[in-house]
């Protein structure tokens, strides 16, 4: 008796991260020019950057740095923001958003989020508003802006200096007009897993070419240069210039920006016509603000309905990995991490951070995705929901 015909093996998928580059050929050989030119550190890419940058956002100063934290440190220093001082944050952002007021010798006062759109409910900022408060830190959380006009309305009335966390909005609009475009000072994150990448590294969008002055001697450890060996330092500065090589990456990829974000937008609309699909609905999962307009759609997040699971994120995270499926936790709440709750901050403070803080769950989207690749995700996470839903 002959044997059984060997069943066909299935085919393996390969492991899809959460978020992944997209690097074309003409950028990796224009790094390559660069590395041979001899100039590797801050120098003719920088410059080149920094203009196309300026002209995107519409003509306004923009300096680059090595990453989008330290522009926020140096917004709040050319702001005058320091010791005595407080400046209203959202508690549901990577924690540098805050780290930098701690940096410069102020105290973050944070603000519950909205939890429709996740970041900063502007609502309840006017009541948190003291005479000690000097400047608002907003955040545009996985590239969805926060209200613009109502942002720069409010720090108006209160003569508070704006320092929007736009790390996650670069390539997001309001009303029509680019973000980083208008208001006051914007900062961008170009760190790998963002919309465009420098590998690391970012830009700050000033009011005036004096303030492009001063974010030029805090990038360098207070500089200030003169003729052929005149040199001036009137300020402390740190080390945050931007290397050549990491600006030629930022160069090559700035012209695909758009396309990048019509895939993103392509990628979010699959999610939403599964995840709302009537057999998905009963999972309670709660999804994103459904905005293709004005949102670069930087991470694709659903809020896990906790009081239905019978286990933690951290399982569900497991579970897709297994599945060959990466996710991220983006982000826990803030104020509940040791160092700022030794400033005094508790559970309970921010109820809805604190429940969005304990389930987001940050889905695969980048631009190399396809849509089989979001079907796979959403039946993977159906799949293990399903196994722990309880009545």
């Known amino acids: 008796m002959s044997a059984p015909p060997a069943a066909t093996p299935k085919p393996v998928l390969p492991f899809l991260p959460f978020t992944r580059p997209t690097i074309d050929d003409e950028t990796i050989a224009g790094v390559v020019e660069v590395l041979k030119s001899g100039w590797l550190t801050s120098g003719p890419q920088v410059k080149a950057l920094e203009a196309s940058l300026s002209e995107y956002c519409g003509g306004r100063p923009v300096r680059v740095f090595n990453s989008g934290t330290c522009t926020m440190e140096i917004a709040l220093r050319i702001a005058g923001v320091g010791p005595g001082h407080e400046v209203i944050t959202s508690p549901l952002s990577w924690v540098a958003t805050s780290n930098v007021v701690l940096e410069v010798g102020a105290r973050p006062v944070f603000v519950d989020i909205d939890p429709v759109t996740r970041n900063l409910d502007l609502a309840r900022v006017e009541a948190a508003i003291t005479p000690a408060t000097r400047a608002i830190i907003p955040v545009d959380l996985a590239g969805l802006p926060v209200d613009r006009d109502r942002l720069h309305a409010l720090a108006q009335k209160h003569r508070l200096r704006v320092v929007e966390d736009a790390a996650q909005a670069f390539g997001s609009t309001w009303q029509g007009r680019r973000i980083g475009a208008f208001g006051d000072f914007v900062s961008f994150s170009f760190h790998p897993n963002k919309n465009i990448t420098t590998i690391e590294g970012g830009a700050l969008v000033l009011n005036s070419e004096a303030e492009a002055k001063l974010a030029e001697q805090y990038r360098l450890q207070g500089v200030v240069r003169s003729g052929q060996d005149g040199m ?8 945050f210039n931007l290397t050549d090589v990491a600006a030629r990456v930022g160069l090559g990829q700035l012209p695909h920006l758009e396309e990048f974000t019509e895939k993103r937008r392509t990628l979010a609309r699959e999610y939403f016509a599964l995840l709302r699909a009537p057999e998905l609905q009963r999972l309670g999962l709660r999804l994103p603000v459904p905005d293709f307009a004005q949102s670069n759609w930087h991470m694709f997040q659903v809020i896990l309905p906790e009081e239905r699971l019978g286990v933690k994120r951290a399982d569900v995270m497991a579970e897709m990995h297994a599945a060959g499926i990466a996710t991220g936790a983006h982000y826990p709440a803030i104020h509940l991490f040791a160092l700022y709750r030794r400033q ?8 809805h951070a ?6 987001i769950l940050t889905l695969p989207l980048f631009p190399a995705m396809t849509k089989d690749d979001v079907s796979h995700v959403v039946r993977a996470l159906a799949a293990i929901l399903s196994a722990h839903l309880q009545s």
Do not use: H, T
């Not at 005094?344 to 109820?351: A, L």
């Open 344 to 351: 005094g901050w508790k559970p309970g403070d921010f109820p």
């Open 354 to 359: 604190e429940y969005a803080g304990r389930n």
């Open 232 to 239: 001036e330092v009137e300020l402390v500065g740190g080390k």
